[in-house]
């Protein structure tokens, strides 16, 4: 059983910073891409950056500059670093993997987090 766990998030007033975590756990053959993801209220899931296992990341335009995806591969986990934080950054951010489980062939599945609440106010 393959599990992705979120931590961080919470409240933030605009302006400060706020880092997100995730760790993929279980019987895991191979992590191949890690990112993360938005859902606002009323709005669409949306890519906030996702990074490969060669560490090359992709942002979203609304958070070049501000935020940071990094992820550690020997612990299988992915941390986002979110600065200079917007109230229009207010959302559930997700965590989510591409992700092979060990005995599955080397089909890689897609997996995702609880979720995590991020409020910025104004």
């Known amino acids: 059983q393959v599990q992705l766990v979120e931590s961080g998030g919470g409240l933030v007033q605009a302006g400060g910073s706020l880092r997100l975590s995730c760790a993929a756990s279980g019987s895991i053959f191979r992590v191949n891409n890690m990112g993360w993801y938005r859902q606002a209220p009323g709005k669409q899931r949306e890519l906030v950056a996702s990074?490969?296992?060669?560490?090359?990341?992709v942002y979203a335009d609304s958070v070049k500059g501000r935020f940071t995806i990094s992820r550690d591969n020997a612990k299988n986990t992915v941390s986002l670093q979110m600065s200079s934080l917007k109230p229009e950054d207010t959302a559930v951010y997700y965590c989510?993997?591409?992700?092979?489980?060990?005995?599955?062939?080397?089909?890689?599945?897609?997996?995702w987090g609880q979720g995590t609440q991020v409020t910025v106010s104004s």
């Open positions: 990074i490969t296992s060669g560490t090359t990341p």
């Open positions: 989510n993997a591409a992700i092979i489980p060990r005995g599955a062939g080397f089909t890689s599945l897609g997996f």
